[in-house]
């Protein structure tokens, strides 16, 4: 008998291929030319960018832009090793130092991407003899990070406050001395909706639990200074680890962990993820670090959120099934049938506009969605073009009655 390794997949691999021949694929789609945070040519054609996390619209910012290229010039094109060998540069230092005063913290280390940053934390700091408590709609870096470690994890209902105490309650029942870290996200990124941190950190700090949360989809976008969902409900100091990347707001690459506790610069010297990859080239640690000044004075949020309200309260209004509700950066229509979500994303891509297929199993809820994530750079011109071809799809595939007359916000 021959063993098959890839026989596991032959379900995936069956979806993958029913889909329409001939037409745009939506898992290897390929932006030509990037003309701005905004637009693409994509297929031959200008597209508007309504899926690209792009939050502050800082690809193409000028300042960004010109610290890249001047650290490309005078420090090359990448490290060649890890921060615990010859891959700390000043500058790397230097954004570790400006993470720390746009979070106020003591200590802050960076990461090459956001997916290691959960990876390395979550799985160093939880060992054998203590638990991992995770929201159940968790991203999947948090899975990742708990199934590379070897704490006990447990699951409560998605922004459950009541169903975390009953868990936190068990474990401190059987397990009175264990080390506990819950895990939140300030905004959970398919349906945009935000963690009620106020009343999870209230009850995971009465069961003596350490508390991180991924800032990831809310740097830049909510809180005073942008500093994330933690800043805006006022529980900074409630939490004792903030991650978050660089690939979304900032508008390059990496991730990060900031934190006051004392101990925490023993990390750098037992977190695999951290120790045993190659760190951040300058030119990305330059882009980052003025993304970072800039957003701590920014005055984009409110476009942005006003942006997501015009756009989700433009798809409600025409009839669409709305995962969302304009409070966070994310618009999601949810589309019952798998078909119909594949075959809407192509005659979007047709249209001049490209949004996200998110299907299971990284929904919510087995759900199919069209996600949209808006800019602070996309103006109302645009959003009032993305409405027009979402209502002109959603009336041809049958999700919308009739042309419905738009109201915007």
Not at 124 to 145: E, N
């Amino acid at each position: 008998m021959t063993f098959d390794l890839f026989e596991k997949f032959d379900s995936i691999l069956n979806d993958y291929n029913s889909l329409p021949k001939g037409a745009a694929n939506p898992f290897t789609v390929s932006m030509e030319q990037v003309l701005s945070p905004t637009t693409a040519i994509i297929n031959g054609r200008k597209t508007i960018l309504a899926g690209t996390n792009n939050y502050m619209g800082m690809t193409f910012n000028q300042e960004c832009m010109d610290a890249a290229q001047e650290a490309l010039l005078t420090l090359g094109t990448g490290t060649t090793g890890s921060r615990m060998l010859n891959g700390t540069y000043n500058s790397h230092k230097k954004l570790e130092d400006t993470l720390k005063k746009f979070y106020d913290t003591q200590h802050a280390i960076v990461f090459s991407t956001g997916y290691q940053a959960n990876l390395g934390i979550i799985a160093t700091l939880a060992g054998p003899k203590d638990y991992v408590v995770i929201d159940a709609d968790s991203h999947a870096s948090i899975y990742d990070g708990c199934a590379m470690g070897n704490a006990t994890v447990v699951r409560f209902k998605h922004n459950d406050a009541d169903n975390l105490d009953k868990k936190l309650t068990r474990i401190r029942k059987n397990d009175p001395q264990a080390g506990i870290l819950v895990v939140l996200e300030g905004v959970y990124s398919m349906l945009g909706d935000q963690a009620p941190l106020k009343e999870l950190t209230r009850i995971s700090k009465a069961h003596n639990a350490f508390v991180l949360v991924d800032e990831a989809h809310s740097i830049g976008v909510f809180g005073e200074t942008g500093r994330g969902v933690a800043q805006e409900q006022g529980v900074e100091d409630q939490i004792d680890f903030i991650v978050g990347t660089f690939s979304k707001s900032v508008g390059t690459i990496g991730g990060y962990c900031v934190s006051n506790n004392p101990k925490f610069e023993a990390l750098r010297l037992v977190c695999r993820p951290y120790i045993f990859t190659a760190s951040l080239p300058p030119s990305v640690v330059a882009s980052a670090t003025k993304a970072l000044e800039l957003i701590a004075n920014s005055n984009l949020r409110a476009k942005l959120l006003s942006n997501s309200r015009r756009l989700n309260n433009g798809l409600s209004q025409a009839g669409f099934d709305m995962g969302t509700t304009g409070e966070s950066p994310i618009a999601a229509i949810i589309i019952a049938e798998q078909d119909t979500a594949i075959a809407f994303w192509g005659e979007m891509i047709k249209e001049g506009v490209y949004v996200n297929l998110a299907l299971p199993p990284a929904t919510p809820k087995k759900l199919n969605l069209m996600r949209c994530s808006l800019s602070a750079a996309h103006n109302h011109e645009q959003i009032d073009f993305m409405l027009e071809k979402f209502i002109l799809v959603g009336t041809k595939l049958g999700l919308l009655q009739d042309i419905p007359k738009r109201i915007l916000a």
